[in-house]
């Protein structure tokens, strides 16, 4: 790859202070081959010591940006934050706990760049999770791609080199229910995927929770297809059909019973998957920002800002000196 390549390494964080010094020295020594580069943290509400272990390295390396969130806005929101503010042509995302090595990163950028993709995704080869990790997402996206008829970059992971300006295009688009690997092939972008190494996690634990990772998959597939909706129709007409077989046929007490505890059960579970898709248009008009900046040593936008007042107040009152992102924010559009 060129020595002149843009590029931007951006890397989610939440409560990694056992991982951040260690992915900094990683990461910064592949990216700085590059003579465009930045390293970009992002602190998604960290209540350990992250967020000061980040701020010492960015005094001593003026390559080294952050934005630290006001609360924990979840890992969409915290990359869409990086893809904002990403100052470079290009942004690899790479994660704090190391489990994708920097150094394959170059791979990604190269198949980019000679290929003209906008997006070129990892798919884990020799993957390092737990089973059920692996079974989990090999389940989710069969059933997303093949039984749903959502496109997504298969095998995909959150290990990827993106065009700056088309993920922000991502990042901008008003879905309900954000989720950039399923956005991104819905604005015409072109994308493929390649192989990279993949390792354990060097310290600290996952942060992802079975719960968290159900709740993930629905969010996929409510929030971008309609097909569940018709097993509400299937399963109506099905219960339907069973209520007449049983008005007119001679039935046992017991068969009676289960036949109404399974209508039941139907009818309940139609109502919950209704009602994801009421919370899916709720979440669309609420109108909430998708991420606050509590503090950053790069220019914010005010819209971003959560205590933009304070600039206000120091330009209109000569008030007292308050931090650059705050003091920059209305530098931004």
Same mark, same amino acid.
């Given at each position: 790859?060129? /020595?002149?390549?843009?590029? &931007?390494?951006?890397?989610?964080?939440?409560?990694?202070?056992?991982?951040?010094?260690?992915?900094? #020295?990683? @990461?910064?020594?592949?990216?700085?081959?590059?003579?465009?580069?930045?390293?970009? =943290?992002?602190?998604?509400?960290?209540?350990?010591?992250? #967020?000061?272990?980040?701020?010492?390295?960015? /005094?001593?390396?003026?390559?080294?940006?952050?934005?630290?969130?006001?609360?924990?806005?979840?890992?969409?929101?915290? =990359?869409?934050?990086? =893809?904002?503010?990403?100052?470079?042509?290009?942004?690899?995302?790479?994660?704090?706990?190391?489990?994708?090595?920097?150094?394959?990163?170059?791979?990604?950028?190269?198949?980019?760049?000679?290929?003209?993709?906008?997006?070129?995704?990892?798919?884990?080869?020799?993957?390092?999770?737990?089973?059920?990790?692996?079974?989990? !997402?090999?389940?989710?996206?069969?059933?997303?791609?093949?039984?749903?008829?959502?496109?997504?970059?298969?095998?995909?992971?959150?290990?990827?080199?993106?065009?700056?300006?088309?993920?922000?295009?991502?990042?901008?688009?008003?879905?309900? $229910?954000?989720?950039?690997?399923? &956005?991104?092939? #819905?604005?015409?972008?072109?994308? !493929?995927?390649?192989?990279?190494?993949?390792?354990?996690?060097?310290?600290?634990?996952?942060?992802?929770?079975?719960?968290?990772?159900?709740?993930?998959?629905?969010?996929?597939?409510?929030?971008?297809?309609?097909?569940?909706?018709?097993?509400?129709?299937?399963?109506?007409?099905?219960?339907?059909?069973?209520?007449?077989?049983?008005?007119? /046929?001679?039935? /046992?007490?017991?068969?009676?019973?289960?036949?109404?505890?399974?209508?039941?059960?139907?009818?309940?579970?139609?109502?919950?998957?209704?009602?994801?898709?009421?919370?899916?248009?709720?979440?669309?008009?609420?109108?909430?920002?998708?991420?606050?900046?509590?503090?950053?040593?790069?220019? @914010?936008?005010?819209?971003?800002?959560?205590?933009?007042?304070?600039?206000?107040?120091?330009? $209109?009152?000569?008030?007292?000196?308050?931090?650059?992102?705050?003091?920059?924010?209305?530098?931004?559009?």
């Amino acid at each position: 790859m060129p /020595a002149t390549l843009s590029i &931007t390494a951006m890397v989610p964080c939440f409560n990694e202070e056992e991982c951040i010094e260690q992915a900094y #020295l990683e @990461i910064k020594r592949e990216i700085y081959r590059y003579e465009d580069s930045e390293i970009l =943290f992002v602190d998604d509400g960290s209540t350990d010591g992250t #967020l000061g272990i980040i701020k010492r390295i960015a /005094a001593e390396d003026s390559r080294v940006h952050y934005l630290s969130l006001a609360r924990n806005f979840g890992l969409e929101s915290a =990359f869409t934050a990086g =893809f904002s503010y990403a100052s470079k042509e290009w942004t690899v995302q790479l994660d704090a706990d190391l489990q994708s090595p920097p150094a394959e990163l170059h791979k990604l950028a190269q198949r980019a760049v000679e290929g003209d993709y906008d997006a070129v995704f990892a798919t884990r080869a020799g993957r390092q999770d737990p089973w059920h990790r692996r079974l989990g !997402t090999y389940a989710h996206q069969a059933i997303a791609t093949r039984a749903l008829g959502i496109e997504l970059p298969v095998h995909a992971s959150v290990f990827r080199v993106v065009r700056t300006s088309v993920a922000r295009k991502v990042s901008e688009c008003r879905v309900s $229910t954000p989720y950039f690997l399923a &956005t991104l092939p #819905l604005i015409g972008a072109r994308y !493929t995927t390649m192989p990279t190494a993949h390792a354990p996690r060097r310290a600290g634990r996952a942060k992802w929770s079975l719960a968290g990772l159900c709740r993930h998959a629905v969010d996929l597939f409510v929030g971008f297809s309609y097909r569940p909706l018709a097993l509400v129709y299937f399963a109506a007409a099905g219960a339907a059909a069973a209520a007449a077989v049983l008005a007119v /046929a001679p039935a /046992a007490p017991r068969l009676l019973a289960v036949a109404s505890v399974l209508l039941h059960a139907l009818g309940i579970g139609a109502l919950a998957l209704i009602s994801r898709y009421m919370v899916r248009i709720m979440r669309g008009g609420a109108g909430l920002p998708r991420y606050q900046i509590r503090e950053a040593n790069v220019p @914010i936008r005010p819209r971003d800002d959560l205590y933009s007042h304070r600039n206000e107040i120091h330009e $209109t009152t000569g008030g007292r000196a308050v931090s650059l992102s705050l003091s920059q924010t209305g530098k931004l559009p």
